[in-house]
């Protein structure tokens, strides 16, 4: 038994061996058609995609998320106290500068103009008695003055004549003082009174402004200074955003912007840069932008979220090929551009330019015909391909 079991071993042993062998001579009979030094992958082509490199102008664009604002605002309020009688506007009215847009309750300050005209009616007497006192002072010392030459009025008499002249002279500048600051007061008390008659008067841009915001409606009580109205300016409108310091320089004013809102979807709005902050906000690291757009129509609103895009460069002559092209071979850019047999491809090291959504601008030596963009992770310089969506490809001679 032990005899048939090791026999049986050998058996197995030997026919191993025969079919090691047979494997072997298979290799080395396949490695004799092949020539020393031939890559093998040019021996079974790649499947790959191309597309075609193109020449023409390329821009570089960026788009910025940022708010409309009001090119400028003017807050009404009233400059004295009182109980708000009347709003003649409401939200969304047009208002035309210098309107009387709101009144206050006036009694107080008609009352105050009756006691500041009475006040001067009074000095104005006061005046004409001063008047009249020195005239009668003039006449007493002008008498005492000829007495005392003729030696019958004494010294002492002419001085107290001369005394009562210069005080009545006196009274009478007091009383003309007293006029002017009864006229003075009574201007005052007219000002004031004019001044619940609230107007929106407003200098420089547009001479039409639309209401934003209504604060107090009639028989509420305001103090003086404090908002009544909210009134803005709508055309033009002005948009903000904030760039970082990459974009920053780039920009200037002038530049023509794009702008897109969520309000009007697939709807593009004209407008340019305005002011560029000279300074970035510590926080974070951005700085102000800000852009005016035409507005006629006032359909943009303050408020509302934009997206400008600006054309910050633009080439018009440039070697354009599809982003997923570019790859990279020992931390260099290139590609892989198809020779003119369409059954091979060569690596041509690149500049990397503009990137326009999936086209991107290069430069290098030899960037003609096709492009390899699929698939040139397997390929090398040289390699053999074929290309699987080329409809074009001539059919092959039998």
């Known amino acids: 038994m032990k005899y048939l079991g090791l026999k049986r071993l050998i058996m197995v042993l030997l026919l191993m061996a025969v079919a090691a062998g047979a494997g072997w001579v298979i290799v ?57 009688e009347k709003v003649f506007v409401k939200l969304s009215d047009t208002v035309n500068r210098g309107q009387n847009v709101a009144e206050l309750d006036n009694a107080e300050y008609v009352q105050a103009v009756v006691q500041a005209e009475a006040d001067l009616a009074e000095a104005k007497a006061n005046l004409v008695m001063s008047g009249s006192a020195l005239k009668i002072a003039n006449r007493e010392l002008e008498r005492t003055k000829k007495l005392l030459k003729r030696g019958i009025a004494s010294d002492s008499e002419f001085d107290a004549a001369r005394a009562d002249q210069l005080a009545k002279q006196a009274q009478l500048e007091v009383a003309k003082a007293q006029v002017d600051r009864a006229e003075a007061s009574l201007k005052t008390a007219n000002i004031r009174l004019g001044y619940t008659k609230v107007t929106a008067s407003w200098t420089g841009g547009d001479k039409h402004r639309v209401v934003a915001e209504r604060y107090l409606d009639e028989g509420q009580t305001v103090a003086a200074n404090a908002p009544l109205l909210l009134i803005v300016e709508l055309h033009p409108i002005n948009g903000v955003v904030y760039v970082t310091e990459k974009d920053y320089a780039r920009l200037k004013p002038g530049q023509p912007v794009s702008l897109a809102t969520d309000a009007y979807p697939g709807e593009q709005f004209r407008g340019r840069i305005d002011r560029i902050a000279p300074v970035f906000r510590k926080s974070t690291r951005q700085a102000r932008v800000e852009m005016t757009i035409e507005n006629e129509q006032h359909r943009l609103k303050p408020g509302m979220f934009i997206r400008a895009t600006v054309v910050m460069e633009k080439v018009p002559e440039a070697t354009i090929i599809p982003e997923q092209a570019l790859t990279t071979r020992n931390e260099k850019n290139g590609v892989f551009v198809v020779n003119d047999d369409r059954r091979s491809v060569v690596w041509r090291e690149v500049t990397v330019g503009i990137r326009e959504g999936h086209r991107v601008q290069v430069e290098g030596e030899g960037l003609s015909g096709l492009v390899v963009t699929l698939g040139q992770q397997l390929v090398s310089h040289g390699s053999a391909i074929t290309i699987s969506n080329d409809h074009n490809e001539p059919t092959p001679r039998s």
């Not at 004799?32 to 570089?60: C, D, F, T, Y």
């Open 28 to 84: 080395n009979k396949h490695r004799s058609h092949v020539r020393p030094g031939e890559n093998r992958k040019k021996l079974r082509p790649l499947p790959v995609e191309v597309a075609q490199i193109q020449r023409g102008p390329i821009e570089l664009r960026r788009s910025f998320s940022g708010a409309l604002e009001a090119m400028s605002e003017f807050v009404v309020a009233p400059k004295v106290s009182g109980r708000v």
